[in-house]
């Protein structure tokens, strides 16, 4: 048997391997159990099993090794332990096999670094899937390469879900919710193929309706950005749930597959640039790849609800509060065609509580539903739940299902059904209304979340912005450098280089010197312990505030003199509207990255912040400001004045400049607070560090 002449690129390769044409199996039990599940799923390719200590195996023949395979697989099973796997993938890659799948585990997950090297090195440009993980199962054309039991059946089309675990995987194949699942990888420790390669793999498969991602981590940050930027071109939604999100979720991840789980902001920051609709759920994971995959991204978040019910209608309204979805008003003329359909005592409004008046007259619902549609919203909701067919007549029911189907149909615009109890549906229903392209959403709150992460994947700018050098591998590693910390004077003197305003102030080394400054400054003034190194002074008692006249300006520097070698002396910002923090670190696998927030000595209390991702633009940093939970404070909460937010967006932008012309060297910046002055009077710096670094080795 001679090699398959032109295996290609590894993308090409695993494609080959995801949906093959033809199997090699190589082990025992777990062998068996995957020709039984192709059977039974009815793959019709070729599949070969390889054992040397079996005659047959599941009722195939079996060959001793697999250099006696009469033809090349598109795709290998290779259930055996660690050291044969890694000779297995060595064969299989020089024979040209399209991939494979390594189930065993012993790897870089138990800190076998050296065999995890020797399996990349083995498989070559053969996409290895694993190791340490169940496979896959693509519900399309059939092929099972997985050891275990599952729910999925055929399709012809459908969502693919790449899953870091194994076991929610299985869970996941189980689900009776109406997602249609056409492919399921457990995508293990990512030896060669990722998340990102996957992603890239299915891009151009019409069959693929939408990407489910359960990732612990990425493997390639500027790979998985390139390729989001083109699942955005081929309108292919991606909705990811990031595990390891806490301190001991990140520690179980990364022990589980030695997966560097990184900052959860972070991935929240990139996943919203890049349109991905991020989760917090499994739940709200499958919704989201429901909606998306029957009706696609929505234009926008504009969206209507009925249900005959005044609770179901003020549960919608609560429940999607805090979510960035709106339910506009109806204008008048729409209110009129609306209510038109009803009878007078209904209050038309959205959510609409159409009450019961039209309940089991078919054609009266769907001219409501129709007329409601009307108003040209992105999506609207049908709340509907299913009596129970084992002891009630669901035809009712069942009907003005089909009267708003027939809505949906006349209206030209997406609609989806919503169970308040996933049990208060069938399969039968479920399957009925799919056929309409209306998915059924089960769980109000999961529905909402869903209705949020189509809205949001459907508003992504396009073309993506780049991201920064740091991010394709830029730079020096942070655990490189030596860091060095700035003086608060020298701080403030780089940064007013860069444009920023700070407080006229001066160095004072004794308290004659200092009650001199003072007074040049003009009371009030402010004093601060000075030198290289210190930082977080109040909490030391190392600052003086509102410090009005010599006599208080001499006890103050008498006080810090007596801690400190030197003090500053400025003048003290007044006027603020409110108080912020702007800073800037550095991640190993994303670079530098800026976060924007309350600030102060609460900070940390508080907890109110906002992460950025460069390159920065005004929209990016006015949606961060928006974020935030005291946002109306700088809009002029409750009469007060308004912050002048475009020099805040200034100030953003001109710390984005600081940083690019220290590339490289730039370890935290952290300016706390800037004082936001009103409209008009701009910001300043009332206190800043920054930390350079140096090459450990210089």
Known sequence: MSPEPGAG?????????????????????????????????GFGGDIQVVNPRRAELGGLPC???????????DAAFVAIPAEPSIEAMERLSRMGAGGAVCYASGFREVGAADRHQRLLAAAGDMPVIGPNCYGFINAVNGAVLWPDQHGMGRCDSGVAIFSASGNVSINMTMQQR?????????IGNQANVGAEELLQAVLEDDRITAVGLLIEGLRDLPKFVEVAGQAVEADKPVVALKLGRSAAGAHIAMSHTATLAGESGLYDALFRRLGVAQVPDLEAFLESLKLLSVCGTLRGNRIASMSCSGGEASMV??????????????DAQHRAAVAATLNEYVNVDNPLDYHTFIWGDSAAMEATFLAMMRGGYDLTLLVLDFPATNRCDATEWEEAARAFA?????SGYPGAVVVSMGENVTGEIIRELAGHGIPVLMGIPQALGAVEAA????????????????????????????????SEAHAKGL???????????????????????AGEIGFPVVMKIAGDGVAHKSEHGGVRTGIGDPAAAREAAQALLAVSERILVEEMVQGSVAELILGVARDPQFGDYFMIGIGGTLVELLADSAILLPPLSDPDVREALSSLKFAPLLEGYRGGRPADTDAVIDSVMALEGFVNAHCGHLLEVDINPLIVHPRGGGTTVADALIIFGQPVNQ
């Open 317 to 330: 309204a609560d429940l999607s509060e805090s979510l960035d979805i709106s339910f506009p008003p109806l």
């Open 495 to 517: 940064l007013a280089e860069s444009g920023f305003r700070v407080p006229r102030g001066s160095l004072a080394g004794s308290v004659d010197d200092a009650v001199a400054l």
């Open 9 to 41: 690129s590894m993308i090409r390769r695993l494609r080959r391997c995801l949906s093959p044409a033809s199997i090699a199996v190589v082990g025992g039990r777990e062998v068996e159990r995957v020709v039984f599940q192709c059977r039974k799923m």
């Open 455 to 486: 809205s949001r994947a459907g508003r992504i700018r396009f073309p993506l912005p780049r991201l920064p050098s740091v991010v394709h591998g830029g730079g020096v590693a942070v655990e490189a450098m030596n860091p060095e910390t700035c």
């Open 406 to 410: 027939r809505a949906v149909g006349n």
């Open 178 to 186: 109406g997602l249609p699942l056409a492919l399921m990888v457990s």
């Open 63 to 73: 060959v001793p090794d697999i250099d006696a395979l009469r033809e090349v697989p």
